[in-house]
């Protein structure tokens, strides 16, 4: 790996090691990245080379890492696995059924992190938001390809490739795109977000699973929150995916919305979802009073899509904000 800001680093890749997944083995690395003791002025120069919106302080016996410059929020994720089982339970939602003749079974409410909602987060701790809680949740492919693409909330920097990373900015996302194949609802594979000298942050695979066997980790997803090179998120990717990628680049173009009415929307995002993604979470907050129960937590809607790409049912998934608990010499954690 290059120097960063002219400090000489040593990175090294690490697997994650007890967690069980079915996604590609290139999906459970990550970098841990080292600069050692550092000078004030190079401790400056690297903060400011990784977007200047790490809290972490100066201390000239400290060894530090590429994570140390990360904003809060990303800090207390790198390299965590936050399975929250049991689920948290939303009173009520086990009398949901179909609030929709073309939906199919019960309603599955849920906490499920995945990559956009990851990207989302992260790129909003970029702008000095998420300072006190980070939230985790789904984030929709059908709504995060519509925000970033067609709400002006995003302007488009071009494709990204290896050799032109230096057009990139701390906090700017990055959107791996099918290019071939049949018409789908939507063509966004992948999101992460570049946080400076190479190097990104992302979540390779959708958390959660409807079986809780912790001790046999049966049919459970665990892929941890990791710093990655665009090679290292490329590759897992190409080994899963059938179809041909490129890689767009987008800058925020003002303070990104936080998740809830961002993704809790319920706009409608094609002509073939129009009447069942209107109005869903009113329905579905109804349909639970009539049972004398509430909603204890914020949701966000949730389109699974059908082996023809196009929407099949929709559904709601839950948001759990964290806490963020950041220690005197300005390291961030999270329980």
Known sequence: ?????????????????????????????????????????????????????????????????????????????????????PQPAIPGTELIGSLDPRMRGNLDIRLAPNCHGTAWEVARAFQGQARDSVALFYGDPIRMDNLVSSSGAFRKLGTVTGDRLSDLK?????????????????????????????LFVDKPHTEGSDVHEPAKY?????????????????????????????????????????????????????????????GFLEKLKAHVATQGASLNMPLVVNHDLGSNGFVRTVGADALLRVPIRTAADGTATID
Not at 171 to 198: C, P
């Open 1 to 85: 790996m290059t120097p960063v800001a002219g400090v000489p680093v040593t990175a090294t890749v690490m697997r994650f090691n007890g967690v069980h997944s079915t996604s590609f083995p290139e999906a459970l690395k990550t970098l841990d990245v080292r600069l050692g003791t550092l000078t004030p002025g190079q401790f400056e120069a690297v903060k400011a080379s990784f977007g200047n919106a790490s809290t972490v302080k100066y201390d000239a016996q400290r060894d530090y890492r590429a994570v140390d410059f990360l904003p809060p929020a990303v800090q207390a994720l790198i390299g965590r696995d936050l399975d929250r089982q």
């Open 218 to 278: 049966a049919d459970q997803e665990e892929t941890p929150y990791r710093l990655v090179t665009l090679e290292m998120m490329s590759k897992p990717l190409s080994e899963s995916s059938r179809f041909r990628f490129e890689i767009e680049a987008w800058r925020p173009t003002g303070p990104i919305p936080q998740a809830e009415p961002a993704f809790g929307s319920n706009e409608a995002f094609s002509s073939s979802s129009q009447e069942m993604g209107r």
């Open 170 to 198: 701390p906090g700017d996302l990055v959107q791996f795109k099918t290019v071939e194949g049949m018409r789908t609802q939507t063509s966004l594979l992948h999101s992460a977000v570049y946080v400076g000298n190479g």
